[in-house]
């Protein structure tokens, strides 16, 4: 049995999800697949950016008030503690001077919860036709368009669409389809493992999310992100470069700080876990190649623009979702779903997040130094003004290039004669 449509999405998590919401916005009718049902897991630290939410206000415009009325699925938080190599700690709000009364930059919720909240509003749109329990197991060119062929509850069934965006993850047939290969390249690609507990103690008051840099993990680290209902997601993540190189076993290494830390053991010793340890990869946005062609656009993790340093997707996952969704409507309205005309896609998302992506690659590179992380942790701990700094540079990307840049460095080191000021150093 042979069904047409003009545009499927592939994969409902938080990139499909969103595409599919910005086409019903349009009135762009679709078919929006996943292979499993939700609510369903994904490996994550479940950390929501206010880049989640300037997104998802487009096309849900109460977004940020229903999740603070939602506080059994999502925790507000106001900002993050770094833990420097050498155990001193920098408490950062995602905003400078703000309270536990102000609205919340970002959201903690496990995917279980957010992914499903995510997908019903977007099944619950006119424009959406949606099946759950439909694998996508081979695509064919055919007629100036593609063939999908599904698996859905069992049978087996063909989809010819004129446009297929591909947010099926990290493991994407269709990105395998683009690209001709599977494999990735171990130095844009991180391992992560995390563990759900219950009872973790000492968080900050108002939910600040938790990096460890330990010396072992190194350029990558160790997180505990305080969660909704007394729970927390704790896990690592580093660089598969390194896994490989080093041959970390980054389980043993996640359990082996919990049990053995002089500081975070003692945290966890009413702590009991839930569920198993779970790994899975991260693509980073280190070198993001062509996200499209003939009657093709990629989103979210089978688009690679996991930014390296913080290891956040669903924000560009979201973000990648709303433009591919214009790409669409472009195409539809002109009738060229050929490469060429798809790929003012590319354009647009090196635009939106290229700078930030590879400045991020280059603070992952300076995280390889204990000692800069050392010295900047220290630094801010003393100086106020530095650490508010730090603070607007979560919302601003010319603040963030001028980590990345020595000379800020040297103007640290002589903060004394040098005040720091936050447009020009
Ligand atoms: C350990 C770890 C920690 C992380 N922590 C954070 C964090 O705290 N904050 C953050 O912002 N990001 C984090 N990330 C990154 C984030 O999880 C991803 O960037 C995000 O999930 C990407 O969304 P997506 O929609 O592209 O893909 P996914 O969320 O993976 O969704 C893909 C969907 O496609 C479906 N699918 C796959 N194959 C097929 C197929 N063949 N047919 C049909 N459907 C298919 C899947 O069932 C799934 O629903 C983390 C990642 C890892 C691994």
Not at 133 to 145: F, S, T, V
Request: hydrophobic fraction near 40%; glycine fraction near 8%; include cysteine.
């Amino acid at each position: 049995m042979t069904q047409e449509y003009k545009v499927v999405i592939c994969g409902a998590g938080p990139a499909g999800a969103s595409a599919s919401l910005f086409l019903s916005k349009e009135k762009i009718p679709h078919l929006l697949i996943d292979k499993s049902t939700f609510p369903r897991d994904k490996v994550c630290g479940d950390a929501l950016s206010g880049k989640v939410f300037s997104h998802l206000k487009h096309v849900l415009p109460d977004v940020r008030s229903e999740c603070c009325q939602l506080p059994t699925v999502f925790l507000p938080s106001y900002g993050v503690r770094f833990v420097a190599p050498n155990g001193k700690e920098l408490d950062v709000p995602f905003v400078p001077n703000i309270t536990a009364t102000d609205p919340p930059p970002g959201f903690i919720s496990s995917r279980l919860d957010f992914d499903d909240w995510l997908f019903q509003k977007a099944a619950a749109a006119p424009f959406a036709e949606v099946w759950q329990n439909a694998k996508l197991i081979a695509i064919a060119k055919q007629n100036g368009g593609l063939v999908l062929q599904l698996k859905k509850d069992g049978e087996a069934l063909e989809v010819k669409t004129q446009l297929a965006i591909a947010a099926d993850g990290e493991r994407s047939l269709l990105r395998k389809f683009h690209t001709g290969t599977a494999t990735r390249d171990r130095s844009s690609f991180s391992a992560g493992v995390r563990q759900y507990y219950r009872g973790v103690e000492g968080f900050h008051d108002m939910n600040f999310i938790e990096l460890h840099f330990l010396p072992e993990l190194l350029p990558g680290y160790f997180w505990i992100f305080p969660m909704p209902n007394g729970r927390a997601n704790v896990g690592a993540g580093m660089l598969s470069s390194v896994v490989a190189n080093r041959k970390v076993d980054l389980k043993k290494e996640m359990e082996k700080i919990i049990q053995e830390h002089p500081i975070i053991s003692k945290r966890f010793v009413n702590a009991k876990p839930e569920g198993k340890t779970q790994g899975w990869g991260l693509p980073l946005g280190r070198k993001v190649g062509s996200i499209s062609g003939d009657n093709l656009l990629l989103c979210g993790d089978a688009a690679s623009l996991i930014d390296p340093f913080t290891g956040e997707g669903i924000g560009n996952a979201i973000l990648s979702g709303r433009y591919a969704a214009e790409a669409a409507l472009k195409a539809i309205s002109t009738q060229n779903f050929l490469a060429k005309n798809l790929n003012s896609y590319d354009q647009i998302i090196r635009k939106k997040v290229g700078a930030e992506l590879r400045l991020s690659s280059t603070l992952l590179r300076l995280c390889e130094q204990q000692w800069l992380l050392n010295f900047v942790v220290n630094k801010a701990t003393r100086n106020p003004e530095f650490r508010d700094t730090i603070s607007s540079m979560f919302a601003d990307i010319d603040l963030r290039a001028k980590f990345a840049n020595p000379i800020f460095y040297f103007k640290i080191l002589f903060g004394d004669r040098w005040r720091l000021r936050r447009n020009g150093f």
